[in-house]
């Protein structure tokens, strides 16, 4: 039987990418119901989807995610930094569905902010040279992986 939860967060899926643990998700997700979902960014890559990888699992995860708000579950994507350009079109609501770049929640007394991890290092002046080295690391990382 599904576990209700007040609020699940999620983030860092990259569908669209063969280092996606897909399948793992939709497990937790056949057991998850929640009152709010927040897709904290990355959820699909879109600098990665020109390379054309989408297996079944990837749509399906996107199916169950989407059923969640036409069951009128509020969910809030927040923007990340594999789908950035997402952020042009920012506080667009279609019906339970919310795109942001930020949202603030009082949790158990408790403000708290959802946002990703890109608008924390823009924020505190991490040097771009810096940002651009992580990037390589990254994509080095990231290949590594798929070598094995």
Not at 118 to 132: N, Q, S, W
Request: glycine share 10%.
């Amino acid at each position: 039987m599904p576990r209700s939860v007040d609020l699940a967060v999620i983030s860092d899926v990259h569908l669209g990418t063969p280092s996606c643990k897909a399948e793992a998700l939709l497990g937790y997700l056949d057991d998850l119901r929640p009152a709010e979902l927040v897709l904290n960014g990355d959820i699909v890559d879109l600098r990665e989807l020109r390379r054309g990888f989408w297996p079944a699992a990837h749509t399906e995860v996107m199916r169950r995610l989407l059923a969640f708000a036409a069951d009128g579950v509020p969910v809030h994507y927040v923007t990340g930094n594999h789908d950035h350009v997402l952020r042009l079109f920012s506080s667009f609501k279609a019906g339970s569905i919310h795109l942001v770049d930020h949202l603030e929640r009082n949790l158990g007394g408790r403000r708290t902010w959802f946002l990703h991890g890109d608008l924390i290092e823009k924020g505190m002046g991490t040097p771009a040279l810096l940002r651009a080295a992580g990037c390589v690391a990254y994509k080095l990382l990231r290949g590594a992986e798929r070598a094995n």
